[in-house]
């Protein structure tokens, strides 16, 4: 997760970037609220995670990341495809205002932007995030009617 991260730097605001992007304890925190974690192994080796999060009456897509030396090779897509199939509730996904090419990524598999306004809403009800994340994100929701 950190190698792929690292595509973060310079795009997360300086105040919100740490080392490590995410800690042992923080996965572990990530797991014990409930999310569950896809990977995608090539040559037993994984080179992708995309988590899923069930948060009151919606589902939210959480820490997708693919190694740098795997991206642009569909493992993204792969991921993402799986948790897509069969949605029972809405699906959502937060990411950083700034990086255009996650942005990018959701929108060309379904996903639409929210308005600020919903992404604010949306942000302080299923997120626990400060209000300074909540300034420099934006939130997509998966279409299921969306062409792909």
Same mark, same amino acid.
């Given at each position: 997760?950190?190698?792929?991260?690292?595509?973060?730097?310079?795009? +997360?605001?300086?105040?919100?970037?740490?080392e490590p992007y995410m800690s042992a304890e923080e996965?572990?925190?990530?797991?014990?609220?409930?999310?569950?974690?896809?990977?995608?192994?090539?040559?037993? @080796?994984?080179?992708?995670?995309?988590?899923?999060? $069930?948060?009151? =009456?919606? @589902?939210?897509?959480?820490?997708?990341?693919? %190694?740098?030396? $795997?991206?642009?090779?569909?493992?993204?897509?792969?991921?993402? @495809?799986?948790? !897509?199939? %069969?949605?029972?509730?809405?699906?959502?996904?937060? !990411?950083?205002?700034?990086? =255009?090419?996650?942005?990018?990524?959701?929108?060309?598999?379904?996903?639409?932007?929210?308005?600020?306004?919903r992404k604010a809403e949306l942000l302080r009800a299923?997120? !626990? +995030?400060?209000?300074?994340?909540?300034? !420099? $994100?934006?939130?997509?929701?998966?279409?299921? =009617?969306?062409?792909?």
């Open positions: 997760m950190n190698a792929a991260a690292e595509a973060y730097r310079g795009v +997360i605001p300086a105040d919100r970037w740490h996965l572990d925190a990530e797991l014990a609220a409930g999310v569950a974690f896809w990977g995608y192994e090539v040559d037993s @080796e994984l080179v992708g995670v995309m988590g899923i999060q $069930s948060v009151g =009456d919606v @589902e939210l897509i959480r820490h997708a990341y693919v %190694s740098p030396g $795997s991206q642009r090779h569909g493992v993204g897509s792969a991921l993402l @495809e799986r948790l !897509t199939r %069969s949605p029972t509730r809405p699906l959502l996904v937060g !990411t950083w205002a700034a990086a =255009d090419w996650a942005i990018g990524f959701y929108r060309r598999h379904g996903f639409d932007l929210v308005s600020p306004e299923y997120w !626990t +995030i400060p209000e300074r994340q909540i300034e !420099t $994100s934006v939130v997509l929701q998966w279409s299921a =009617d969306a062409s792909r």
